[in-house]
């Protein structure tokens, strides 16, 4: 074919007027349409049957038709956004509406051209606001602008659905920086265009999301759902669709129910994936609901508290006046834990569920328990405990009673498995001593709750002074009663001990041993203990025995172990309660100590935090 | 391919014009030339996913700065920028990663050496990637580019596409006087319709005094020696280049709205010679 050299342009553009005619398609066949399929909007005027509508608190004069400036024709659609200030209204937004609704399922996109006054961004633009329940609303969000003419493309994410539609376009744009500008619209129409391509549809912004411990009742609804495609320039672009363009499913509704609204219901324990489509594009993006079915929870309550109110100061308890708290729940970054009061019997109970770690915040009002002694909380978990950690941290502000200024403190209580246990109210009655490091308590403003239970109820977070507090026993360790033939002693004054052994072995530790005279009777005491080992002078073969015997005492730890030891070393610890009310006797039975070999002892060991009195060590049937 | 700047806007429209004159009548029959040919050549790009193109057809090059057209990607080797899609097609993929120093990687496959011919029917069934910066091409260079050097050795651009401009390709040929911006040239547009969403045949007809470009069956530029402003360098044997560029002075810079990765998928390229 030859090349030719020039051509008349006005002769060009009949040719392209002449083809685009004959290049349509034909409809010859089709059923009638019940609805107008009128695709202008706004091209030099009102469309058949338009209408607008201001939004009520917009100002309602925003929009007008401009003559003067134009993209093509003779007319183009004028907003004028307000001052932030204007007594008329501080945004311009509304909706363009036919009645009846048009026919848009020959269409692929909306299309515009706009421009501004100065660069800008409009807050949405989009069609399917219908003024109602704007079932297929698609909002494109930021519209950049500025004083070029350029075209706008919003998708009609699938046009059969539109077969009566009349929010044709709506609106809203607020001033920038506090003042107004004008943008104008023109060519506004819809259009069928083969150069809008590659769509991909999305539901909860394309992540796949994961709900672990979820239970029966509980309720999710799926939003953010969009629309990506590819604009005539190779850009894409993203737009807000209506969550009825969706069709939801879950893989097991048996465990979770999806309605056509998104709404999720969890209905049993297992597992269930919520998935969406789009006409029969699979949306991208899914919920995946793990549930363990029927929350488990406390039917009882802890016991009630009874100390005098004016030794407390109470921060939740139905047994006392409490103190105002800011929140049981500052959802802190990374925190994912849930909570909310239940009742029992009438009473008010916290529950937490997935607790990875919770703020509790009396910023506005600081505790002052610098005269209390202790610290209590109760709590009960449906979780396992078996090697599994609660941690209560306590944050003194300072003087300045504010975070940050050099003068905050804090200190966090461990507390292991036991005294944790499943299914039962554990009353904590924590002594101020055992938050080392809590330089005051005078300005306390949070507390912080942690560690490896992901569900917690609890009750009676109070601090208390629960009197002058002996800082050693008063009376010996209870004399052990088993006859003598049936002992093996490492330390009793009412036995003879085993020959040798060394209490203070260096083991690297920092605990201070001493042996003191407690009420004339021989008594082991662990200063600032975090670890001390006891060597004894030949291995024992305990294998005859039933159980390991102690006596201690201590109302500053709240963290004890014992182990004991055979070569291997094999050795396991058993977690004692502490602290302790008055002198508290422990008989562990040996088998509980496996793998340790009995028939060859060669140590113990203690592990754990605070001043500990110890007495009575030994082996008995 | 090796050219730098944009063309006259006059000639575009020109162009586009006469492009929608055709594609609205299709079936109106274009007077084309008889012309028989037998196959001599051809790729079809079976096999399994993953699997890199036929060495004995093809080489990669290797690098990166696009040989003087200032392209920001890295040519590789790797299936990652170059394999079968285990659906009848070769996959030339534009990654953004981080690469020797570059922030793209692709390919860039050859027959230099291993097929090159003079004259004949050079066709690929291909669909192209999109997105501003995506340079997609389909292109022959003369096998004498070592010994006498570009332009000299004369460049047939058989389909050469903007990523930001989905729905129009061009046709170019290059030559001593008239390379680079002066290449002779003419672009195919879509009306509604893009390259990247289906597959399209390119193709040149080339004989002693003419190439004529093709897509889909559709001619929409002949150019004979009379429309080259120098010598007629196309009267030697030339091989066939495949290749996925990212930014370059064709196409300007990808942006930060560039989808990636961006592959071209190619069914197959089939070469014939004239018989009579």
Redesign the interface.
């Given at each position: 074919?030859?090349?030719?050299k020039s051509?008349c342009p006005i002769a060009?553009l009949i040719?392209?007027l002449l083809?685009g005619a004959?290049?349509e398609r034909k409809f010859d066949g089709l059923p009638l349409a019940t609805y107008p399929t009128t695709p202008e909007v706004f091209v030099d005027g009102f469309s058949s049957g338009l209408y607008y509508a201001a939004y009520g608190t917009s100002k309602v004069t925003a929009f007008s038709v401009d003559y003067n400036i134009k993209y093509t024709g003779v007319a183009s659609m004028k907003f004028e956004v307000p001052d932030t200030s204007d007594p008329n209204g501080s945004y311009a937004g509304g909706v363009f509406g036919t009645n009846p609704g048009r026919d848009l399922s020959g269409y692929n996109v909306l299309t515009f051209w706009a421009k501004a006054s100065e660069p800008a961004n409009i807050i949405e633009v989009g069609f399917g606001n219908d003024m109602g329940a704007s079932k297929y609303q698609v909002t494109l969000t930021n519209l950049a602008v500025n004083s070029n003419w350029m075209q706008y493309y919003i998708l009609i994410p699938n046009p059969s659905l539109l077969k009566e539609e009349r929010g044709m376009f709506f609106y809203a744009a607020a001033p920038k920086n506090g003042r107004g500008y004008t943008f104008w619209i023109d060519d506004l129409k819809f259009e069928?265009?083969?150069?809008i391509?590659?769509a991909t549809f999305g539901i909860l912004n394309g992540n796949d999301s994961i709900k672990d411990n979820v239970e029966t009742g509980d309720k999710y609804t799926i939003t953010d759902m969009y629309a990506t495609y590819?604009l005539?320039?190779?850009?894409?672009q993203k737009v807000g669709l209506a969550v009825a363009y969706f069709t939801f499913t879950s893989s097991n509704p048996a465990v979770a129910t999806v309605d056509v609204f998104g709404n999720v219901v969890i209905a049993d324990s297992g597992w269930a994936v919520i998935t969406a489509k789009l006409g029969d594009t699979d949306a991208e993006g899914s919920l995946t609901i793990h549930s363990k079915g029927q929350s488990v929870g406390p039917t009882d309550l802890p016991p009630t508290p009874t100390f005098a109110p004016d030794k407390v100061i109470s921060l939740y308890s139905d047994a006392y006046t409490n103190v105002i708290v800011d929140t049981w729940n500052t959802h802190w970054l990374y925190s994912t834990a849930q909570n909310m009061e239940i009742q029992i019997s009438g009473e008010n109970v916290m529950r937490y569920w997935e607790l990875n770690f919770v703020g509790i915040e009396f910023t506005s009002h600081p505790i002052d328990a610098s005269a209390m002694s202790h610290f209590n909380i109760d709590i009960w978990t449906p979780n396992p405990t078996t090697e599994k950690t609660f941690k209560i941290k306590l944050v003194d502000f300072g003087e300045n009673g504010m975070l940050g200024g050099d003068d905050d403190s804090e200190a966090e209580v461990v507390i292991a498995s036991p005294p944790l246990a499943t299914q039962q109210w554990i009353s904590l009655s924590i002594p101020m001593s055992a938050f080392t490091g809590l330089l005051s308590r005078s300005h306390l403003a949070q507390l912080i709750l942690s560690g490896d239970l992901p569900d917690v109820y609890m009750d009676n977070v109070y601090f208390s002074d629960n009197g002058a507090q002996p800082t050693e026993p008063t009376t010996a360790a209870p004399v052990p009663t088993f006859i003598a033939a049936d002992v093996i002693s490492v330390f009793s004054d009412h036995y003879t001990n085993l020959a040798g052994t060394d209490f203070y072995p260096d083991w690297g530790q920092t605990t201070v041993v001493s042996e003191v005279l407690i009420a004339g009777n021989n008594t082991l005491k662990y200063t600032g203990l975090n670890y001390q080992g006891i060597q004894l002078g030949a291995n024992q073969n305990v294998s005859s025995m039933g159980y390991l015997h102690l006596d201690f005492w201590s109302v500053t730890s709240v963290s004890l172990s014992v182990f004991l030891i055979s070569p291997g070393p094999v050795e396991k610890a058993y977690t004692l309660t502490v602290p302790t009310s008055g002198w508290a006797s422990a008989d562990i039975p040996l088998s509980f100590f496996s793998p340790v070999d009995l028939t060859d002892i060669i140590q113990f060991k203690f592990e754990g935090n605070g001043d500990i009195y110890i007495d009575n060590i030994l082996f008995h049937k | 391919m090796k050219k730098y700047s944009t063309r006259m806007v006059s000639a575009a429209i020109f162009s586009l014009l006469f492009v929608i004159l055709i594609g609205c009548h299709k079936e109106d029959v274009q007077k084309l030339p008889q012309r028989n040919y037998q196959l001599t050549w051809s790729d079809e790009f079976d096999g399994m996913a993953g699997v890199s193109p036929d060495s004995t057809k093809w080489k990669f090059d290797i690098g990166n700065g696009g040989w003087g057209n200032a392209e920001l990607e890295y040519y590789t080797n790797r299936a990652a920028n170059a394999s079968l899609d285990g659906n009848g097609n070769l996959a030339i993929t534009a990654r953004k990663e981080s690469y020797s120093g570059s922030a793209f990687t692709s390919a860039r496959i050859k027959t230099s050496g291993l097929f090159e011919q003079p004259y004949g029917r050079f066709e690929a069934r291909i669909k192209t990637p999109w997105g501003p910066g995506i340079w997609p091409a389909f292109w022959l260079l003369g096998s004498n580019i070592d010994s006498i050097a570009w332009p000299q050795c004369g460049e047939i651009d058989i389909m050469e596409l903007r990523g930001q401009k989905p729905n129009i390709i061009s046709g170019t040929v290059h030559g001593p006087g008239y390379s680079g911006a002066s290449g002779i040239t003419k672009s195919f547009a879509f009306e509604s319709n893009r390259f990247d969403v289906g597959f399209h045949l390119f193709a040149i007809e080339w004989g002693t005094d003419y190439i004529d470009f093709f897509v889909d069956g559709t001619l929409y530029q002949e150019i004979t020696p009379n429309d080259v402003t120098g010598n007629w360098v196309f009267d030697q044997p030339f091989f066939m280049i495949l290749n996925v560029a990212v930014g370059g002075n064709y196409v300007g810079f990808p942006t930060n709205q560039t989808p990636f990765p961006q592959s071209m998928l190619v069914d197959y390229v089939r070469v014939y010679r004239e018989v009579n």
């Open positions: 074919m030859k090349k030719i051509i060009a040719t392209i083809i004959s290049c069928q265009l083969g150069t391509a590659h590819n005539p320039t190779g850009i894409n | -």
